[in-house]
């Protein structure tokens, strides 16, 4: 019975640490075509630059969100 419930426990615990690596490695690697993030980090530029024109938020929400932006855009950078 004890044999049971130690080959209940091991199975248990490859199942949590099999898990656990899909989690971290799907946490990790973002998967984007080279045409995906050019479109990507086109679409930031053109937000950053014309979005204030069109005065859809204020200038500090402008900012932050350009700062935002420009933080995701190294993020992508660096995952390649």
């Given at each position: 019975?004890?044999?049971?419930y130690i080959i209940i426990l091991l199975l248990?615990?490859?199942i949590?640490?099999?898990s656990l690596t899909l989690y971290v490695f799907s946490?990790?690697?973002?998967?984007?075509?080279?045409?995906?993030?050019e479109f990507i980090y086109f679409t930031f530029q053109i937000f950053s630059e014309y979005s204030s024109e069109?005065?859809?938020q204020s200038k500090e929400q402008h900012e932050k969100l350009v700062i935002e932006?420009?933080?995701i855009e190294?993020?992508?950078?660096?995952?390649v």
């Open positions: 019975m004890i044999v049971l248990i615990l490859i949590i640490f099999l946490k990790i690697h973002t998967y984007f075509s080279d045409k995906e993030k069109l005065g859809i932006l420009k933080k190294n993020k992508l950078k660096n995952n």
